[in-house]
Nanobody, 127 residues
């Protein structure tokens, strides 16, 4: 079993930055593709970014590309989401996720591709 714990959320003004962290315990986290999703009030959870096990391959949703950066440090069992130039529409609960069921090179933007989830961290961007 893998446990994921996010941290780093908070309140920031538009144009500001935050860095989210997600630390894993248990399992073989370094073998898994990982992703960040977010869920705004009244909306479905949506894909934000994903990275493969090696840290080489990356996938972003279009609205965050160029502003957000996903990275991982497998020596620390941690994945990060650096968020710059934040906008009010980025306000959401952010979740990290890991996929233990597929090849570590395979990235997905689908919720049901990931079997481990953190509890979420709130990000609020004020205008």
């Amino acid at each position: 079993q893998v446990q994921l714990v996010e941290s780093g959320g908070g309140l920031v003004q538009a144009g500001g930055s935050l860095r989210l962290s997600c630390t894993a315990s248990g399992g073989t986290f370094s073998n898994y593709p990982v992703a960040w999703f977010r869920q705004a009030p009244g909306k479905e959870r949506e894909f934000v970014a994903a990275k493969d096990w090696s840290g080489i391959r990356t996938w972003y949703r279009g609205s965050v590309e160029g502003r957000f950066t996903i990275s991982r440090d497998n020596t620390k069992n941690t994945v990060y989401l650096q968020m710059n130039s934040l906008k009010p529409e980025d306000t959401a609960v952010y979740y990290c996720a890991a996929d233990s069921t597929r090849n570590g090179d395979i990235l997905s933007d689908k919720n049901d591709a990931y079997d481990y989830w953190g509890q979420g961290t709130q990000v609020t961007v004020s205008s």
